[in-house]
């Protein structure tokens, strides 16, 4: 640098990296927000100390609005559906990864018009630095509140009708299909599904890789019995399916849950399994080695898909421009296929 030039002044990103730190937690640390463990602060006081660093003030004012955490919201009633294997996992995921960048993980349900409301306060006051938004259905006003937040939003899962510009989702209809060719390769012809809610796209795009395996392979597909993810659900469905398609020789359920529930019907009606009935289900939870038969499945990635969904969330924190993310699904077999 030339005699008498002015020193360029150092940036966040410079204090953040000479730190070990992202940007968000050094911007944290600076404005003394929550949530930032000690040797994080104290790591980017030192590296402010040896570049010389001086906030810009607009920059220190948007600052401080931050808050630290991030909300994951799930559009459901029923407080314990944070016990269910499924969100339980999600929320495993999603709170390791927001650790990792000293984020706090709140959790909401947003089903019903008070729980709405709850959320729209939330999203309009920066109640939160970012939201996780899961479980949505066909219509639901949440999508909506979220295409209007000024917050960042990432979806777990595609709503219906609605491309979102950031989603983590899974590769359902391939799951779904790659379950159904499985019972068709064993020689089930008479394959019927027990699906998912129909009103939101994990439920359709389920029911899609079932019917496409089943047209491709010449067969007629059972119309669907809907089991809304839970084992009672799953029940009810199988025994419709069993009076309705008594020789049925082979069953998809769109979750574990479901499929479990169906196993406990096609045993109360003197059905073995696999021997008259083959069932496979989806999502590879830990009720699917417990399961009697032991469940074959579609493995998916729950406790990856918090994950990544809290990681794409941290990344729009940073200010970066993540790409939506498909994980991917794989078929384990068990005993009862």
Not at 45 to 68: C, D, F, I, K
Not at 307 to 336: C, H, K
Request: charged letters at 25%; proline letters at 7%; one cysteine or more.
């Amino acid at each position: 640098m030339a005699e008498g030039a002015p020193r360029r002044q150092s940036t966040l990103d410079e204090v953040a990296e000479l730190a070990g730190v992202s940007r968000s937690v050094a911007s944290r640390a600076l404005n003394n927000a929550p949530h930032v463990s000690r040797a994080k602060r104290e790591a980017v006081e030192r590296a402010v100390r040896q570049l010389g660093y001086v906030p810009h003030p607009t920059a220190r004012a948007l600052a401080t609005r931050q808050t630290g955490a991030a909300a994951l919201v799930i559009s459901g009633e029923d407080p314990s559906i944070f016990a269910d294997p499924f969100f339980a996992q999600v929320i495993v995921g999603a709170s390791a990864a927001l650790e990792d960048a000293d984020l706090h993980l709140m959790l909401c349900l947003a089903a019903s018009e008070r729980g709405r409301r709850r959320v729209e306060r939330l999203l309009r006051s920066r109640g939160a630095d970012g939201v996780m938004l899961m479980a949505l259905r066909e219509d639901d006003p949440l999508a909506r509140l979220a295409q209007e937040a000024e917050l960042p939003v990432v979806f777990g899962g595609r709503p219906v009708g609605l491309e979102p510009r950031w989603y983590v989702d899974v590769d359902n209809v391939g799951g779904a299909r790659a379950a159904t060719e499985y019972l068709i390769a064993a020689g089930r012809t008479r394959v019927a599904t027990i699906c998912g809610r129909l009103d939101t796209e994990v439920g359709r795009a389920r029911h899609r890789g079932y019917r496409d395996a089943v047209l491709a392979a010449g067969l007629e597909p059972y119309p669907p019995e809907a089991g809304d993810f839970t084992e009672p659900g799953g029940a009810a469905a199988m025994a419709v399916l069993l009076a309705n398609h008594p020789d049925l020789d082979g069953v998809f359920a769109a979750s574990d849950n479901m499929a479990v529930g169906a196993l406990r019907t096609l045993r109360n009606a003197g059905r073995s399994v696999p021997s008259d009935v083959a069932v496979i289900g989806f999502d590879d939870l830990p009720v699917a080695r417990m399961s009697d038969p032991p469940l074959t499945t579609v493995h998916q990635p729950v406790e990856g898909l918090g994950r990544e969904m809290a990681r794409m969330l941290v990344a729009l924190l940073n200010g970066q421009d993540p790409t939506p993310l498909i994980l991917p699904t794989r078929l384990v077999p068990r005993a009862s296929a």
